[in-house]
């Protein structure tokens, strides 16, 4: 990939839009829940269209740096269930093991919006290295995630934080809308 589609229009909106995604997360703490869902309904779809519209090669094996350590997902994750409560669980029915079950299989927005964040800290990290090859990687490592499997958890976990922020039948006294 040379400089010219390394810098290519969707590319470096889909970096931009995944950069504000991790930043506002990572400054979350401070965030009453209700503005977490609030923002978060307005950032996933936008994440999904600008990879949806990047097109890219097939990954090339080239080695990236993870910058995601295990204890900043686990430390992500837990202040995203705790500022969602009970509201973290959900029933999910596009995963494969639901296919040969008779019960529900129980998913957390907080698991899920922590995959998306290691997913896209990895690939804004790796393509701020400015490297064309590293970009290029970044861009189709992050697209083939996408494809196969943080896209689909984008859209699950944007059903299920959607039910949170505009389901009737919640408490109006719940702390989400405080």
């Given at each position: 990939?040379?400089?010219?589609?390394?810098?290519?229009?969707n590319n470096?909106?889909?970096?931009?839009?995944?950069?504000?995604?991790?930043?506002f997360?990572?400054?979350?703490?401070?965030?009453?829940?209700?503005?977490?869902?609030?923002?978060?309904?307005?950032?996933?779809?936008l994440?999904y269209?600008k990879a949806?519209?990047?097109?890219?090669p097939?990954p090339?094996?080239?080695y990236?740096?993870?910058?995601v350590?295990?204890?900043?997902y686990?430390?992500?994750?837990?202040?995203l269930?705790?500022?969602?409560?009970?509201?973290?669980?959900y029933?999910?029915?596009?995963?494969?093991?639901?296919k040969?079950s008779d019960?529900?299989?129980?998913?957390c927005?907080?698991e899920d919006?922590a995959?998306?964040?290691?997913?896209l800290?990895?690939?804004v990290?790796?393509?701020?290295?400015?490297?064309?090859?590293v970009?290029?990687?970044?861009?189709?490592?992050?697209?083939?995630?996408f494809?196969t499997?943080?896209?689909?958890?984008?859209?699950?976990?944007?059903?299920?934080?959607h039910y949170?922020?505009y389901?009737?039948?919640?408490?109006?006294?719940?702390?989400l809308?405080?």
């Amino acid at each position: 990939m040379d400089k010219q589609t390394a810098l290519d229009k969707n590319n470096i909106e889909l970096v931009t839009v995944a950069a504000e995604y991790c930043s506002f997360l990572e400054q979350a703490y401070d965030k009453e829940p209700a503005r977490v869902l609030d923002v978060l309904s307005k950032l996933l779809p936008l994440i999904y269209l600008k990879a949806s519209m990047v097109t890219c090669p097939e990954p090339e094996g080239l080695y990236l740096e993870e910058t995601v350590t295990e204890a900043d997902y686990m430390e992500l994750r837990g202040l995203l269930a705790q500022k969602l409560g009970e509201n973290d669980d959900y029933l999910e029915v596009f995963v494969e093991d639901m296919k040969y079950s008779d019960t529900p299989v129980r998913k957390c927005i907080s698991e899920d919006l922590a995959d998306i964040y290691q997913a896209l800290r990895n690939f804004v990290q790796s393509y701020r290295s400015g490297l064309d090859e590293v970009m290029a990687e970044a861009v189709a490592v992050c697209v083939e995630g996408f494809r196969t499997y943080w896209g689909q958890t984008l859209v699950n976990t944007l059903r299920a934080i959607h039910y949170v922020r505009y389901n009737s039948d919640l408490n109006i006294d719940d702390p989400l809308y405080d």
